[in-house]
């Protein structure tokens, strides 16, 4: 309320009180008529002209100056009918007159007073509830930046973890997710924000084709669900050979289940690392048995033949000069055969070596392998001086090859010599040759002791010997050299062995080493160049797409 609406209200009570005086007045004459008649109870005058002021002051009456002519008709015949016993004197007229406006403008400031304090009550109302409006908006900006700022944080944590998220509710409708679990299920979506509220209840079918075991990444994903328990870690195995580890999280409000946290890790790098670990580790400990196989075969294979020569040395030292001849050489030439046992096994150290390496030369070279074979049946007969019966077949008279005829040397000395040192004396040991679809098979078959089953696994490895056979002199190294040559022919070895009975092995190798090169590059080749026609199509494809 302004200033001029209070003046007006002001003016409007004094043109009130100017309305209520000669009402006042007229109430006064009756009174004073009804007390000279004797008409009227003998009562004090004050408390009923307060009620009469109030009731005027209230009333609002409009007939002021019809009120004064009355009151002053009324008061003029009481004063000529009053016989002298009772004269209103003016005096008395003023002094009631001052009295009631006084009570009637102490009446009125009381009455401006009120709506005055109405009126400060109003605006300390309407500032307190500005003030507050004021308050609980600045309170709504505020927790409205710090929800954009907490939703941005949030959003750039998500898209930043390595991981993929998604939450969803009891209804299984997504609540959060983010661009890395989108990327590992192939959803096809531009921003992960507008998969916000849709329906992920048949997500384990919709996706399950992803997987290595389809129907036990469902089986466990309902499992999951149904328990509602915390899972940790656990291995998943894609089928594109990808490794994930999930955890799963359910959400609750209390006890009341609300919906469940889903986090897919890619460890397919991790796994890598472990795996080559676990193979360095096995290699590092397999070189650690090599080296000791290696310490106990030099300790013990040339102790003995040191042994030999040394013993041999010294007798000739102090009784050769008793000696004939004959008896000289025959010492000679053990220490000769002696000292050729420990050339071969030098030999073989430093062949393994350079195969080990990578270094082992392969010069394959047009070779007839009837020939080469029958040299080494008579070779193997002069040093054994016919102990053992090799018998030799074959198809044709002639089969030609291109091969290495010094590794070709290493793979059946090795072979025929084992048969012959593990069969007993006077046994026969069969050496076949076949031919056939560019192919020449070789089998050498002994009847020696054969190879346990528990030794079989391991019978190509360096210094690893059969636990039936540590009485009998060798090195271990023999099948490992076998094994190395016939890889670099690009053939194949393979064996059958029953203790007691003897042992068979199987030697494959193409006859034109050179030409089956050529041909395992041109199908390598053909194969890279159906990949890439391939990735061609598909790149137009997506393109055009």
């Known amino acids: 309320m302004n200033t001029n609406s209070l003046m007006l209200q002001k003016n409007n009570n004094y043109k009130k009180l100017l309305e209520v005086i000669p009402l006042i007045i007229v109430v006064i004459g009756f009174i004073e008529i009804g007390n000279r008649l004797g008409l009227f109870i003998q009562i004090p005058m004050w408390p009923i002209l307060a009620i009469v002021i109030v009731t005027a002051s209230v009333s609002g009456v409009k007939t002021g100056l019809i009120n004064a002519i009355i009151g002053s008709t009324y008061i003029l015949y009481i004063n000529l009918n009053s016989k002298g016993s009772y004269i209103l004197t003016a005096l008395e007229v003023i002094i009631?007159?001052?009295?009631?406006?006084?009570?009637?403008?102490?009446?009125?400031?009381?009455?401006?007073?009120?709506?005055?304090?109405?009126?400060?009550?109003?605006?300390?109302?309407?500032?307190?509830?500005?003030?507050?409006?004021?308050?609980?908006?600045?309170?709504?900006?505020?927790?409205?930046?710090?929800?954009?700022?907490?939703?941005?944080?949030?959003?750039?944590?998500?898209?930043?973890?390595e991981g993929g998220i998604v939450v969803y509710d009891n209804t299984k409708r997504v609540i959060l997710i983010n661009q890395a679990f989108c990327d590992i299920f192939d959803i096809p979506v531009l921003e992960p924000t507008l998969l916000i509220g849709a329906d992920f209840s048949n997500f384990a079918e919709e996706?399950?084709?992803?997987?290595?075991?389809?129907?036990?990444?469902?089986?466990?994903?309902?499992?999951?669900?149904?328990?509602?328990?915390?899972?940790?870690?656990?291995?998943?195995?894609?089928?594109?050979?990808?490794?994930?580890?999930?955890?799963?999280?359910?959400?609750?409000?209390?006890?009341?289940?609300?919906?469940?946290?889903?986090?897919?890790?890619?460890i397919s790098d991790r796994k890598k690392a472990e795996v080559e670990l676990r193979n360095t580790l096995e290699k590092e400990k397999e070189l650690n048995e090599l080296k000791s196989r290696f310490v106990t075969m030099t300790s013990h294979e040339f102790r003995t033949p040191l042994t030999t020569i040394l013993g041999a040395a010294e007798i000739l030292k102090y009784y050769g000069e008793d000696m004939n001849q004959e008896e000289i050489l025959k010492?000679?030439?053990?220490?000769?055969?002696?000292?050729?046992?420990?050339?071969?096994?030098?030999?073989?150290?430093?062949?393994?070596?350079?195969?080990?390496?990578?270094?082992?030369?392969f010069s394959p070279a047009p070779l007839d392998l009837v020939e080469f074979c029958y040299g080494l049946v008579e070779e193997l007969r002069v040093s054994t001086q016919n102990q053992d019966q090799i018998i030799f077949f074959h198809q044709v008279s002639e089969i030609s090859g291109n091969m290495d005829e010094k590794l070709l040397r290493h793979i059946f000395m090795n072979l025929l010599t084992n048969g012959i040192k593990y069969s007993p004396v006077n046994s026969i040991i069969n050496f076949d040759l076949f031919c056939q679809n560019g192919e020449a098979t070789f089998i050498v078959k002994d009847q020696g002791c054969g190879i346990p089953l528990e030794d079989q696994a391991r019978l190509f490895e360096p210094f690893h010997r059969g636990n039936n056979v540590n009485k009998i002199q060798g090195t271990g190294l023999g099948l490992t050299i076998v094994k190395k040559s016939v890889d670099l022919h690009g053939g194949t070895i393979d064996f059958k062995s029953?203790?007691?009975?003897?042992?068979?092995?199987?030697?494959?190798?193409?006859?034109?080493?050179?030409?089956?090169?050529?041909?395992?590059?041109?199908?390598?080749?053909?194969?890279?160049?159906?990949?890439?026609?391939?990735e061609t199509q598909t790149d137009e494809k997506d393109s055009n797409y």
């Open 331 to 361: 010492y000679l030439d053990r220490i000769h055969i002696t000292v050729e046992h420990l050339t071969r096994m030098l030999d073989d150290i430093l062949l393994l070596g350079k195969a080990e390496s990578g270094k082992l030369e």
């Open 207 to 266: 996706y399950q084709r992803l997987f290595a075991e389809p129907e036990e990444f469902i089986c466990r994903y309902k499992e999951i669900i149904a328990y509602n328990e915390r899972v940790s870690s656990e291995e998943l195995h894609f089928a594109d050979g990808r490794v994930f580890e999930r955890d799963y999280v359910p959400i609750c409000l209390g006890e009341k289940y609300e919906g469940n946290l889903w986090i897919y890790r890619d």
């Open 96 to 161: 009631e007159i001052m009295i009631l406006l006084l009570i009637a403008i102490w009446l009125g400031k009381k009455k401006e007073e009120n709506l005055r304090l109405k009126i400060l009550l109003r605006k300390s109302q309407l500032i307190v509830e500005q003030a507050e409006k004021e308050e609980l908006l600045t309170t709504v900006k505020g927790r409205q930046v710090a929800l954009q700022d907490t939703s941005s944080r949030l959003t750039t944590l998500l898209e930043n973890l």
């Open 498 to 534: 029953k203790v007691g009975v003897g042992t068979t092995f199987k030697v494959t190798l193409p006859l034109d080493v050179n030409l089956k090169k050529q041909k395992a590059l041109e199908k390598n080749n053909f194969i890279m160049n159906e990949i890439s026609s391939s």
